[in-house]
């Protein structure tokens, strides 16, 4: 069963502390994302992945880096979480054989107080 | 400039009506995709259909169908036979091939009512 997944779902820091958020794949897709969601707005891309130890800068990159060691881990990291970080961060995984279509994890919803 | 325009912010139905969604997108690409998503209350997003750009086909899939109208650059989301379950935020989304990056709309909040 083709599943992308994150950990944690629900995540509760203080201002100033340190985030990680993990996402894996069991597809072997080449390619993750990492976006945020906000009230009323779309999906945001902060990062795409395009292998290991390949990375770009999304549309929102600021206050955030990522670390792909392995083609099914791609981790997003909050060096000193902000409040505005607050938000339903989505990962995601595609092939780039096949329709392209992205395949979503069920989100982290992280609060940062 | 926002590329993907989702007009409607929220929508709402009877069950067993038909809905239309619509989305207008921005790109100056030749080859790109155009997927509709849907964001369930459990957090996740599901995928429903796929039109490529340099598709003639009217693309189906199940109760889903989409209405592409490429010199637009619009592309419709129809639900038919709408059901309680299908109530949910619908995403439209662009994907450009050329440089592999995909924008969403901000979404539609469609509530079907029993």
């Known amino acids: 069963d083709m599943k992308v997944t994150q950990m944690p779902r629900y995540l509760i820091k203080r201002m100033g502390e340190n985030v990680l958020l993990e996402c894996g794949q069991d597809?072997?897709?080449?390619?993750m994302y990492w976006y945020r969601q906000d009230p009323g707005l779309g999906l945001q891309l902060i990062y795409i992945?395009?292998?290991?130890?390949?990375?770009s800068e999304g549309d929102i990159p600021k206050g955030y880096r990522v670390s792909r060691k392995k083609r099914e881990h791609f981790s997003l990291i909050l060096d000193s979480a902000k409040t505005n970080q607050t938000s339903v961060y989505f990962c995601?995984?595609?092939?780039?054989?096949?329709?392209?279509?992205?395949?979503f994890g069920p989100g982290t919803r992280l609060t940062v107080l | 400039a926002e590329k993907v325009i989702q007009v409607w912010s929220t929508a709402s139905r009877q069950e067993g009506e038909e809905l239309t969604l619509d989305c207008s997108y921005e790109t100056s690409q030749v080859l790109y995709h155009l997927f509709w998503y849907k964001h369930l209350l459990s957090g996740e997003m599901v995928f429903l259909i796929r039109?490529?750009?340099?598709?003639?086909a009217k693309e189906r899939s199940g109760r889903y169908s989409v209405v592409f109208q490429k010199s637009l650059k619009s592309i419709s989301l129809i639900i038919s036979a709408l059901q309680p379950d299908d109530s949910g935020k619908y995403f439209c989304a662009l994907w450009e091939l050329s440089n592999n990056r995909i924008f969403f709309g901000d979404g539609t909040q469609l509530v079907v009512k029993p």
């Open positions: 995601a995984s595609s092939s780039r054989q096949g329709n392209y279509e992205q395949y």
């Open positions: 992945s395009y292998d290991v130890d390949s990375n």
């Open positions: 039109q490529t750009s340099s598709s003639t």
């Open positions: 597809m072997s897709h080449e390619t």
